[in-house]
Every structure is written in C-alpha cells, then in structure tokens.
C-alpha cells in the first residue's frame, strides 16, 4: 500500500526566515497531496494541497511543489510568523474519494 | 470551523468498558472517514463509509466497529476498551464522489478518549 514519509521530524527557524518540509510517496497512482496544519489539542486544518496535474501551488506565504517522476513534494512557508508554530502533516491519496495516508509530521517551531 | 462536528469533546472510561463516538459530516458531504492519533503520533486511517456502506479499512482492530446512518452522520464503537486506545479519535468528511478524482477532507475536532 502507500507510504508517505516526511522529515524532517522537528524544524526550528528563526522568525521571518523560511521553513522547508518535505514528502516522498510510494505509490506512483497518488494524485492528490493535501498539507495539514495542526495545533495542540486541536484538529487538523488543510491549508494547502496540490493536485497532480500542476507542479507548483502558491497561497501567500504558503507554496508547495511536487514532482511527480522523483515522488516527492514540498512545503514551503516564507516569512515565518511565530503563529506558524505547530504540527504539519503531509498526506497522500488516490483517485476515487480514497483515504488519506499520512506523513509522520513534522513539529515546527518559530524562535522570536 | 469545518462544518464537521464531533461528540462528546472528551470521554473518560475504565478499561473493558464500549464507548461510541459520534460524528456528523458537513452538508452534502456523503464520505466519512475515522481517523486515530495517539500522544505525539501521527494520523492512522480507521475506516470510511459511503453513503451508508463501509469502503475502505485501515489499521482498525476487531474490537472497533462503525456505521453511517442514513442522515450519513456516523458512529464508531470502542469496546473491551484497553489503556493504549486512549488517543484522540477524528473524523473528516469529503464531498467527493466515488468516482472523482480528488479527495479533499475537512476535519471534525476530534473526540479524546481517556481509558483508565
């Protein structure tokens, strides 16, 4: 089955430079790779996906890319805020309304 | 807020007890999806139903149970509950077809259980 592994596990950045995460997936049917933001105790927010038809996606300060032959996307967060602090997951899934597989997420905290 | 809504918000219980989780999916949303995430743990697939009817499972245990109802709000069932399923307990719904291409989930806030 799909496997979606992401790293790095925790990233420290100082505010305002920029935060890169980054996926690999297994399985090359995966067409859609959704980015999740979590807070403590709180649930998971999409802020961001990409679709396998497209390379690149940008969202204000959010951006991420994929590139399908190497099977691996990014997230990229620029002028980090220190309301950027929090969980981020990756995820991965397949046509037809299919569940997600997860990333291991990666813990991101923003130093004032 | 999501427009996926979840309860009860916490639930506290003693081993060996059953315990149900409720989840309602946004309007028009006909997937629902159950997810498990234990303390500092990543996100584990459950199961989802259809419009009524189970599709997929995942890493579900033979002691959990689910079902969509016809109002498509869903339910799943913990029982013979042991110390290491305390975990906080999601459900996301999906708007998409069986069909469709894309899987865009909305998250509910999630269920804490807490099995003493």
């Known amino acids: ?112 | 807020d999501s427009g996926v809504t979840q309860t009860p918000k916490h639930l506290i219980t003693a081993t060996g007890q059953r315990v149900t989780l409720r989840c309602s999916p946004r309007s028009g949303d006909l997937s629902v999806y159950w997810y498990q995430q234990s303390l500092d743990q990543g996100l584990q697939f459950l199961i989802q139903y259809y419009n009524g009817e189970e599709r997929a499972k995942g890493n579900i245990l033979e002691r959990f149970s689910a079902q969509q109802f016809p109002d498509l709000h869903s339910e799943l069932n913990l029982s013979s509950l042991e110390l290491g399923d305390s975990a906080l307990y999601f459900c996301a719904s999906s708007s998409q077809l069986a069909g469709a291409s894309y899987n865009e989930q909305f998250f509910g806030p999630g269920t804490r259980l807490t099995v003493l």
Do not use: M
């Open chain 1, 1 to 112: 089955g799909e496997n979606v592994e992401q790293h790095p596990s925790t990233l420290s950045v100082q505010e305002g430079d920029s935060a890169v995460i980054k996926c690999t997936y297994s399985d090359s049917a995966s067409n859609y790779f959704p980015w999740y933001k979590q807070e403590l105790g709180k649930r998971p927010q999409l802020i961001i996906d990409i679709r396998s038809n497209v390379g690149e996606k940008k969202d204000q300060r959010i951006a991420v890319t994929l590139n399908k032959t190497a099977k691996h996307f990014s997230l990229h967060i620029t002028e980090t805020q220190p309301e950027d602090s929090a969980v981020y997951f990756c995820a991965a899934s397949k046509p037809g309304a299919q569940k997600l597989v997860f990333g291991q997420g990666t813990r991101l905290t923003i130093n004032p």
